[in-house]
T-cell receptor
Framework: GENVEQHPSTLSVQEGDSAVIKCTYS??????FPWYKQELGKRPQLIID?????GEKKDQRIAVTLNKTAKHFSLHITETQPEDSAVYFC???????????FGTGTKLQVIP | SAVISQKPSRDICQRGTSLTIQCQVD?????MFWYRQQPGQSLTLIAT?????????ESGFVIDKFPISRPNLTFSTLTVSNMSPEDSSIYLC????????????FGEGSWLTVV
């Protein structure tokens, strides 16, 4: 089955700096890659996703890139703010099957 | 996004007892799943809830421990049976709106503590 690895496990940045979280996946058939943000005590919330026919997608301060050849994808957060502090999960899914495999999570701390 | 609600939101359970979690989704949802999130860990898929038939369990999860029902398209239950402290986790109902997007939405979670 699919295996998703995520790095780093923890990340501290100064407010206003950028943060990058990287994930790799094992199954070349995976074609959908969502990212979730989970604040303490709350449910995971979808923040951005990318499909395999797209190399990059951006939504305001958040962007995701995908390299299908290398089987890795990354989350980029620019101009970080304290409210970006949370645990972020990457995930991978094979279209049609709809089972999503999650990475191990990155705890992001934005220091004011 | 899809609306997914589950209850209870929290519970403290005695060792050896069972607890049933209920999940209600809106009509956009086609597939329903149950995930477990142990303290400080990632999300692990327990099973896919199939309407009117037995759930499809992932490796490491069995029906006797986690019986699941889905009597109709918008409702599912997960029972955690014969609980032990190791079952203390967040249990998350989730739903997919189908198609090629596979967008998964989560309920608010049921935080179970087994004492």
């Amino acid at each position: 089955g699919e295996n998703v690895e995520q790095h780093p496990s923890t990340l501290s940045v100064q407010e206003g700096d950028s943060a990058v979280i990287k994930c790799t996946y094992s199954d070349s058939a995976s074609n959908y890659f969502p990212w979730y943000k989970q604040e303490l005590g709350k449910r995971p919330q979808l923040i951005i996703d990318i499909r395999s026919n797209v190399g990059e997608k951006k939504d305001q301060r958040i962007a995701v890139t995908l390299n299908k050849t290398a089987k890795h994808f990354s989350l980029h957060i620019t101009e970080t703010q304290p409210e970006d502090s949370a645990v972020y999960f990457c995930a991978a899914s094979i279209g049609g099957y709809q089972k999503v495999t999650f990475g191990t999570g990155t705890k992001l701390q934005v220091i004011p | 996004s899809a609306v997914i609600s589950q209850k209870p939101s929290r519970d403290i359970c005695q060792r050896g007892t069972s607890l049933t979690i209920q999940c209600q989704v809106d009509s956009q949802v086609t597939m329903m799943f149950w995930y477990r999130q142990q303290p400080g860990q990632s999300l692990t898929l327990i099973a896919t809830a199939n309407q009117g038939s037995e759930a499809t369990y992932e490796s490491g999860f069995v029906i006797d421990k986690f019986p699941i029902s889905r009597p109709n398209l918008t409702f599912s239950t997960l029972t955690v049976s014969n609980m032990s402290p190791e079952d203390s986790s967040i249990y998350l109902c989730s739903g997919s709106t189908g198609g090629s997007g596979n967008t998964i939405y989560f309920g608010e979670g049921s935080w179970l503590t087994v004492v």
